[in-house]
């Protein structure tokens, strides 16, 4: 079978420069969109151009010109967008609204991935104030999407290693300490890691694959799926020494959180529900969805040890 042509907008991003490596690494004509409106920012026109040099083909357009968006979308056969989604970097999950319009207009698009990479939104109708604001916009982005009868595929990747690994997933934090950490709660409950490289990987594997079609793809690799006591074991085996342990309550962890500013607030309702919760791990995927470790065997996925030995 023909290998799809890609385009990744957002592709200067955390996520988005892995999934232009990924789609360049698994042979997929790839097309980079380049905003104009990225002003004067040279480390993303510098990552651009290195993308060029790595056979990348880079489109012009921007979310304020929408006859670009449609141009760009009518060269490809796969959109993938991972336009930002964290409030305390920069939050346009809406902006994709533009994209399903642009798509819908192209007709061409066999399937289109938002920008997801998380929690799987339609799990957290129950999500606390304001941290839902996440899960809710990406559900508007999704009913556009279905609303258009546009293909897609949701990919749900859990926990970004960097993320919530580096910080021995405590929130604000993102390289692991060698002397103390703060247990969310009894630090038992399950969570799921990935490493980002992974998250592009699986991401790309799964545009050509008819088995996810119209479906969420979840990223579960079996060897990551644990709870903070578990990483920080895995970190102490590594640095040859236990940690001192504290603990937060559940009440003291929401009554912090309401000092913070909006932005924190966002990202530590996230850490709420996934440490305190385990609304990543506590539920079964069912025969809707799939699961990207069991679809991919050929993917060598990174384990929570082999990440937390760069910290070293
Ligand atoms: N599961 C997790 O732990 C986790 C962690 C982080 C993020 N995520 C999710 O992953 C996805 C990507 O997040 P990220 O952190 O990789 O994003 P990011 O690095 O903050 O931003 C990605 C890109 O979005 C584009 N962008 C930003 N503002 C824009 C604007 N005003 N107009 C148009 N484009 C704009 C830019 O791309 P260009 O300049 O190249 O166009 C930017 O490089 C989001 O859905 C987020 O929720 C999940």
Not at 156 to 162: E, I, R
């Amino acid at each position: 079978m023909e290998k799809s042509k890609v385009l990744i907008i957002g592709g200067t991003g955390y996520l988005g420069r892995r999934l232009v490596k990924a789609s360049l690494a698994q042979a997929h004509e790839t097309y980079v969109l380049q905003r104009p409106d990225m002003g004067v920012d040279i480390e993303k026109v510098q990552m651009l151009l290195s993308f060029k040099e790595q056979g990348a083909r880079l489109v012009l357009g921007s979310f304020n010109d929408h006859q670009s968006l449609v141009d760009a979308v009518k060269l490809v056969d796969v959109v993938i967008c991972a336009i930002s989604g964290v409030h305390i970097r920069s939050h346009q999950i809406l902006l994709q609204l533009k994209l399903v319009d642009a798509i819908k207009e192209a007709g061409n698009i066999k399937r289109f991935l938002p920008s997801e990479f998380g929690t799987d939104p339609a799990r957290m109708e129950n999500a606390m104030e304001p941290g839902r604001v996440t899960f809710d916009d990406k559900m508007v982005v999704r009913k556009a999407i279905q609303d258009a009868g546009i293909p897609f595929t949701y990919v749900s990747a859990n926990c970004f290693a960097g993320y919530f690994l580096g910080g021995l997933c405590q929130p604000g934090s993102i390289l692991p300490s060698r002397d103390h950490v703060v247990l969310l709660g009894d630090g038992n409950q399950k969570a799921i890691y990935v490493d980002e490289d992974d998250i592009a990987m699986y991401t790309i594997k799964t545009i050509d694959d008819p088995r996810t079609l119209n479906k969420t793809l979840y990223l579960r690799p079996p060897q990551n799926i644990l709870s903070q006591r578990e990483v920080v074991e895995v970190w102490e085996k590594l640095i040859g020494k236990q940690l001192h342990k504290s603990s937060i309550s559940k009440e003291e962890f929401l009554a912090t959180m309401k000092t913070q500013n909006y932005a924190e607030q966002v990202g530590l309702t996230h850490y709420y529900h996934v440490c305190y919760e385990g609304c990543l791990a506590n539920f079964e995927i069912g025969d809707e969805a799939e699961e990207a470790s069991q679809l991919y065997p050929e993917i060598n996925y990174t384990t929570v040890h082999e990440y937390m030995k760069r910290y070293l």
